[in-house]
């Protein structure tokens, strides 16, 4: 826009040369009212460069509204998505019987995916471990000591000698 009222005054001042020989043909009178046009002339051009600066604040204005209301628009599909991701996740994890503090380890993008993690989750956590010792199996009572003698022990044990 500067640009047309750029151009639009280079033109305006070879004119105003010409009209310059012409203005001195002309009576006082001429050379008032051609001055005054000149004036009302310049005063548009800067009125008109104000009004499209206004304009183009306005815009930006106008602009960068838009762009808020679609940076809010994408963060409400954002957290849509991590809502309906964590509703998944939670109706996969009710449904398999995943205890609540390892909900959490259920990950994928499909409820299929989320099934499949808890499937495997619940195998892992239902699977047989490693089985306890039972103390009714093995040997049994004391063993004696590495230096110790076996038949004196036991011949004590025999008589009560303690």
């Known amino acids: 826009m500067s640009e047309a009222v750029t151009e639009s005054t280079t033109e305006a001042a070879a004119p105003a040369e010409a ?14 009212a051609l001055q005054a046009e000149r004036d009302a002339r310049k005063a548009a051009e ?15 204005a106008s602009l960068s509204e838009l762009e808020r209301t679609k940076k809010m628009a994408e963060e409400s599909a954002a957290e849509l998505a991590r809502l309906r991701s964590e509703n998944v996740r939670n109706k996969v994890a009710i449904d398999k ?8 380890f259920l990950t994928g993008d499909t409820e299929g995916d989320i099934a499949a993690k808890a499937d495997l989750l619940m195998a892992r956590l239902n699977a047989p471990g490693t089985p306890k010792p039972d ?3 093995g040997a049994k009572g004391d063993g004696a000591a590495l230096n110790g003698d ?8 025999k008589l009560g000698l303690n």
Do not use: H, W
């Open 150 to 157: 076996p038949l004196l022990d036991t011949l004590k044990n």
């Open 97 to 104: 019987g995943v205890p609540a503090d390892l909900v959490e």
């Open 19 to 32: 009209e310059v020989t012409e203005s001195q043909e002309l009576g006082d009178g001429g050379k008032k």
């Open 135 to 137: 103390p009714s199996q």
């Open 46 to 60: 800067r009125s008109a460069a104000e009004y499209a600066a206004k304009l183009k604040e306005i815009e930006d």
